[in-house]
């Protein structure tokens, strides 16, 4: 009898995965997820709780007593061990604090390109328990100016390479009694005053953790700055929970910790210091350190220093795949790409070329409360609806006008859900374990990305910008940021969407996608910048056919202007506002323009037609 029993038991957990795979073919990837989940959890609880609060200079702490002769910087030609490192980022404290008079709390502004040394002041000021700035090295003048002043630092350290730049807006730091630190041995020049000189002069003895008692998980711990579609960047608060959870953000991509990281991606920006760095040093692992991304470089670079993990932005990939094909495309070791916006067509071509590497796409912005991990292998999707997931950060998809920018509401004033299937606006619920920490001295903005009242009176939500579509296998899937989409004939139109299909036509290197506007018309009409393959012209008839095949005629791009290289901003997005602004007007636009004549096909546009649209002639 009971050998039956142990039998029917048995065979029941035999059969229960299939039943379970039966019931969701994504149970195990599901579980896996969770599991990891609750660990990093526990893990953050467990540092919250900790006195002193366990920092990720405390995990790095713990690698240079575990490992510190392995290799944590690799740049260039040479190579640093997490002792040196730790050794390194004593000296810098020290030159600080005597030469700088900096202390704890104070917030020191670093403007440099990547390189090591950006890595031994950010932890330098760590141990001094101080919050590191850290300025978009390209942006000079009055932007420089506005983003050193929304962190209230008193100093300022720069590259060697970007003394000019300083030099640009030194008499007004210097009015605000600024103290400017060059990275060199000697600085003659009024007004700087040199630090490498100091740092090597430093003692490299371990600081007093006295020095950051002060710190708990809710304190600054850098400020990053976003950039805008329009006006001047905004400096997120980074606190030390928002680290934590941007570094676990490995563990979820399943970085193992003697992979070997490529981070070449701006250490200004979230992506690379938060995921990449930090997330580097929560594994231990040895980071290769790149100056900046070169297309025709990145897999001698793999190759030469046996990289394993790499770092992804969308464009970047397509940058990776439209190289010229060579013999050693599939020669390296790259086993995992972790990063966004990679898009569907895009990942296809990158395994196909570059071999089987495991593809992780995450999704969530810098000062962002909630963020996706695609942990199934479901092609295109940036995650999927997980009931731990949603419990522990309640976000919904809400209906949202494109036109006039704002959620749709019901007759009652509140937000309206929309139904699987349909792209609605993030939004997520700002809450104890989901907060938003919000912009540096800038309330208006932060008030800006934040919704109240959105289900019940009183609540309030992170307003995301961005849309998004659940389908009903619960995938999630990114369709477009705010800005990025237009309205044509009352039909939403996302650019991404459109680009993808331009793209699909041989001789369409590559496609930025926007609305501009008509006289006489609400909405904006599609509009298409286009690179094409070199030695090739553009084939009008190909694409018209391709886009008659393929989008709807409110999708349709009406406009076609020829570019020799697409424009995009510092961080690789493409520039939309400009050219939407300058429109599709031959007398102001030297670009060839062709101009989409209904059932005719793409044709060269000329003044006549656009008097006739502005007449009202055309109908578009
Ligand atoms: C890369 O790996 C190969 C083989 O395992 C080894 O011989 C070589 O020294 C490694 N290169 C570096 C830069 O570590
Ligand atoms: C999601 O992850 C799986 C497994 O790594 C991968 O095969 C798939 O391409 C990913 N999807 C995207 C869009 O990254």
Redesign the pocket.
């Known amino acids: 009898m009971s050998a039956y029993i142990l039998y029917t038991i048995l065979t029941g957990l035999a059969i229960l995965p299939l039943l379970l795979y039966l019931r969701n073919p994504y149970f195990w990837d599901d579980l896996n997820y969770a599991l990891t989940a609750i660990k990093i959890g526990i893990s953050i609880e467990r540092y919250k709780k900790r006195k002193p609060f366990y920092s990720i200079l405390d995990s790095f702490l713990d690698k240079v007593a575990k490992q510190p002769q392995k290799k944590f910087i690799v740049f260039e030609d040479s190579s640093y061990t997490y002792s040196q490192a730790d050794k390194e980022s004593n000296r810098v404290a020290r030159a600080l604090s005597t030469h700088g008079n900096v202390k704890a709390g104070d917030t020191v502004v670093l403007f440099m390109a990547n390189e090591p040394w950006m890595v031994w002041l950010w932890l330098g000021l760590a141990k001094l328990g101080c919050t590191a700035s850290l300025l978009n090295y390209n942006i000079r003048s009055k932007s420089l100016l506005h983003c050193f002043s929304c962190c209230d630092a008193k100093v300022l350290v720069a590259g060697a390479d970007l003394r000019e730049a300083v030099g640009e807006v030194l008499p007004t730091l210097k009015q605000q009694g600024v103290r400017v630190f060059i990275l060199s041995e000697d600085c003659d020049v009024e007004g700087f005053e040199s630090l490498s000189d100091k740092i090597q002069q430093a003692s490299d003895q371990p600081l007093s953790p006295q020095l950051r008692a002060h710190i708990n998980i809710k304190s600054p711990a850098l400020y990053i700055y976003t950039s805008g579609t329009t006006g001047l960047p905004k400096a997120a608060v980074i606190n030390h929970e928002r680290i934590w959870m941007a570094s676990f953000l490995q563990s979820m991509a399943g970085v193992r910790s003697d992979d070997i990281i490529y981070i070449y991606l701006p250490l200004y920006h979230s992506a690379g210091f938060l995921m990449g760095l930090c997330g580097s040093i929560e594994k231990g692992l040895t980071i290769v350190l790149g100056r900046k991304f070169s297309a025709s470089n990145f897999w001698s670079e793999c190759r030469k220093y046996n990289v394993t993990v790499i770092q992804y932005i969308g464009e970047i990939m397509r940058y990776l795949c439209n190289t010229p094909k060579r013999d050693n495309d599939r020669d390296h070791k790259v086993r995992l790409a972790f990063g966004n916006g990679?898009r569907a067509d895009t990942?296809a071509e990158f395994l196909q070329r570059f071999g089987d590497i495991?593809?992780?796409?995450c999704y969530g912005a810098t000062e962002g409360n909630i963020g996706f991990v695609?942990f199934?292998?479901?092609?295109?999707?940036i995650g999927r609806e997980h009931y731990l997931h949603k419990k522990a950060f309640s976000y919904s998809l809400i209906r949202y006008d494109t036109e006039k920018e704002e959620p749709v509401k019901d007759s009652r004033g509140f937000c309206i859900e929309v139904p699987t299937g349909e792209t609605g606006l993030l939004v997520a619920k700002i809450g104890e374990r989901s907060p938003f920490s919000g912009y540096a001295k800038n309330r208006q903005q932060t008030e800006k990305k934040t919704l109240r009242d959105v289900f019940v009176k009183g609540d309030l939500y992170f307003n995301s910008g961005d849309l998004l579509k659940r389908d009903n296998e619960g995938f999630v899937y990114f369709q477009d940021r705010i800005g990025d989409t237009f309205r044509w004939k009352g039909e939403n139109v996302a650019t991404t969407e459109v680009a993808d299909h331009l793209l699909m036509v041989d001789c369409i290197e590559e496609a930025n996608v926007y609305g501009v506007k008509v006289p006489g018309h609400e909405g904006r009409i599609g509009m298409a910048a286009l690179k094409l393959k070199e030695n090739m012209d553009f084939d009008s008839k190909a694409t018209y056919q391709h886009v008659k095949k393929y989008l709807p005629s409110y999708a349709r791009p009406h406009f076609i202007r020829i570019q020799d290289a697409l424009a995009v901003t510092g961080t690789f997005k493409q520039m939309k506002v400009k050219l939407a602004e300058e429109g599709f007007d031959p007398a102001v636009i030297r670009d060839p323009l062709f101009y989409l004549e209904d059932n005719k096909g793409y044709v060269p546009m000329t003044q006549e037609i656009v008097n006739s649209i502005a007449e009202g002639r055309i109908r578009l």
């Open positions: 990679i990942w495991r593809i992780c796409e695609n199934t292998g479901k092609i295109g999707a």
